[in-house]
């Protein structure tokens, strides 16, 4: 596991030694045991490395028998082994015993389609001297981040944001259209950051950049919804237990101390159980919780850990986390509007105390239909068949009716029909919330595109069942840019890997062939991945309600956080920032003292003030190697609305 940078020049300057050490400083949490460079005129490619395979002679950048091609990896490709005695077999010569190398070779074989071969979760960037091409690729599923930008001549690309934002030439702008986004779904888009004129190289996709063109971005793979005939679901069962057992052997291969993620929900729980079956030594398992009852799922992880006999290790997450904030903030390198970034930081946190790589079982709910959501979906599709009047009187009776009337949003959101009444269920602020929360010169912005826009559009498109519309959208969308980034950043803070062993393309292609009949009926989910692991899973792991790790930030806000939620959001500092209307977010506020859940609200507002402080705020700092603190009130330089990019 690394974190990777690096610099192309096209027409500007060429990159320095220093830029490029710079960039890499600010990494150093994503591989605290080594760095490595590499600079040659017009490119620079930079490393920080956390040592997890081949621990002797895996440094970084690796390059070809004659030193023409050069690459730095972020991530673990997990079926090197296999790929290095196939090219070994077609002549290359190998000086590492790293997954790195393959790369490189498997790119003197196959060119650009050198990515389609690989088995893992990466991102790496490869310099062609030969063709004076730079190649990025990104795994199928997102799991590793990259962040890409042309500024000034220059093609820079790193790990993380923060990074690109040590060179002078990128500019601290909103992007309003990544602000919109977030405060409509809880992240910036799949291929845009929040800073104007950085990307994010999209899951599936690689680039080629030859100097003097401009950069061509191509997809290799996509994910096919294509149900599989004639197999019963027994057999469908048993295939399915099989592949993932496969992916778990192969994602415990390791150098160095492998333990697990544990919630006690029916993903992690079936991770841990083919960790265990698979181990000839206890599995270390690591779970958190709540002192409020109702959030807690540390019993569930304890029966697990009962059953597997796992070296368990748990942790209780108290409302202090104004402690972890400019920490949280620093590494999420975003605004953020998932709270359970707690307590995945705390797990991290606990974790990293006895080992270097966790597994978790992220991408159960996307792959086998087990979102709750999935089946609300289901149950109000009847309503699609009232008459367009009666529609359209909801929404007129919903318009007409007090922002903070009861039923108000049910009716409007009853007022919809079709994907569309979908999307408005996992919208935290609609339009008109969104015209009242903003200032009328920063709401002009936010309202130039529309955040539902790109999925209508993905959903309306699927030709498949519906369950499997809803899949394919959050595999390309909730997944990669909420769940994905929220585990790798809380890992990479504390400088430990995780792997998502259901993510493996291999399991998910699978997933994506069972029939949509067989993950969802009669208002349950992931009904055949249960099958298959009934009998290994305790039963009442697999028949207990869905429980998400969600947190009681709700009472929190009410409670020991109540003071800090009013200083952030209606400080001095936020008012001279010129973006939000603080009248609106002040009944925000009083209406959340008064009842209504509007904690996630309210957090991705802070998130997005508390980032403001950190990276627009304050002065481009060189090098740091951890987070200033944010939590003051001194303000700087007032930054008004139109400071923020809509370039």
């Not at 730079?134 to 795994?139: G, K, N, Q, T």
């Not at 270097?356 to 309503?383: A, H």
Request: charged letters at 25%; proline letters at 5%; a negative charge.
């Amino acid at each position: 596991m690394c974190g990777i940078a690096g610099i192309l020049n096209l027409s500007g300057a060429p990159p320095t030694l220093p830029e490029l050490r710079s960039m890499c400083r600010v990494l150093r949490h994503r591989g605290p045991d080594d760095e490595g460079v590499f600079v040659d005129g017009d490119v620079a490619l930079g490393m920080r490395r956390l040592q997890i395979i081949d621990l002797q002679t895996g440094k970084q950048p690796v390059s070809n028998e004659t030193g023409t091609v050069q690459v730095v990896l972020n991530g673990e490709i997990y079926n090197y082994q296999t790929l290095r005695r196939d090219l070994e077999g077609r002549g290359h010569i190998f000086r590492t015993k790293s997954d790195t190398e393959t790369i490189v070779h498997l790119y003197e074989e196959y060119g650009t389609e050198c990515v389609s071969h690989l088995r893992g979760m990466f991102a790496f960037a490869l310099w062609d001297e030969t063709r004076r091409q730079l190649m990025l690729a990104r795994d199928r599923l997102g799991i590793k981040p990259l962040f890409y930008g042309i500024f000034e001549g220059r093609l820079i690309f790193a790990s993380e944001l923060k990074a690109l934002l040590e060179l002078p030439e990128v500019e601290r702008q909103i992007n309003w259209r990544s602000l919109s986004h977030l405060v409509t779904f809880l992240h910036t888009p799949r291929d845009e950051s929040i800073i104007e004129g950085i990307h994010k190289l999209e899951p599936g996709h690689r680039l080629m950049m030859l100097p003097g063109r401009m950069p061509r971005v191509e997809r290799y793979w996509r994910l096919a919804f294509d149900p599989l005939q004639g197999w019963s679901a027994d057999d469908l069962a048993v295939r399915l237990r099989e592949i993932i057992d496969e992916s778990v052997r192969l994602h415990m291969v390791s150098d160095v101390p492998v333990g697990a993620f544990l919630s006690g929900g029916i993903d992690s729980s079936a991770v841990v159980a083919s960790m265990a079956q698979q181990s000839n030594r206890p599995v270390l398992t690591f779970s958190v919780g709540f002192r409020e009852s109702t959030f807690n799922e540390l019993p569930y992880a304890r029966t697990v850990a009962r059953r597997f006999e796992t070296m368990h290790h748990e942790e209780v997450v108290e409302p202090n986390v104004l402690d972890i904030l400019d920490d949280l903030v620093w590494h999420l390198d975003e605004p953020f509007g998932d709270s359970s970034a707690i307590p995945t930081y705390v797990v991290s946190r606990l974790a990293a105390e006895r080992v270097t790589v966790v597994l978790s079982g992220d991408g159960g709910d996307e792959l086998f239909g087990g979102y709750d959501k999935y089946r609300v979906e289901m149950r109000e599709r009847p309503f699609d068949r009232l008459p367009a009047l009666v529609h359209a009187g909801l929404g007129a009776i919903a318009a007409a009716m007090p922002d903070q009337m009861t039923g108000r949003g049910l009716l409007r959101h009853f007022s919809m029909t079709g994907w569309r009444r979908y999307l408005d269920a996992s919208t935290l602020f609609p339009i008109d919330a969104r015209r009242r929360l903003f200032q009328r010169e920063a709401f002009e912005r936010l309202r130039q595109v529309d955040p539902w826009q790109e999925s209508l559009a993905q959903l309306e498109s699927c030709t498949g069942s519906r369950l499997s519309a809803l899949q394919a959208l959050d595999i390309e969308t909730y997944l990669p840019l909420d769940i994905l980034t929220k585990v790798d950043r809380m890992s990479m803070a504390h400088s430990i890997e995780a792997r998502v062993p259901l993510l493996d393309h291999e399991v998910v292609e699978f997933a994506a062939r069972i029939p949509s009949t067989m993950q969802m009926a009669n208002g349950a989910g992931k009904l055949l991945f249960k099958q298959a692991l009934r009998g290994r899973v305790p039963d009442e792991t697999l028949d207990r309600p869905k429980q998400g790790f969600a947190i009681p930030l709700g009472r929190w806000f009410k409670g020991e956080l109540g003071g800090f939620l009013r200083d952030t959001l209606v400080s001095s500092r936020t008012r001279q920032r010129g973006i939000l209307d603080l009248h609106y977010v002040e009944r925000l506020l009083d209406w959340h003292a008064a009842g209504r859940p509007l904690d996630l609200n309210l957090w991705t507002l802070v998130s997005f003030e508390l980032w403001c402080r950190r990276f627009l705020d304050q002065p481009a700092q060189r090098s740091l190697a951890a987070p200033p603190s944010i939590n003051n009130e001194a303000a700087p330089e007032p930054i008004a609305a139109g400071a923020g990019g809509g370039r």
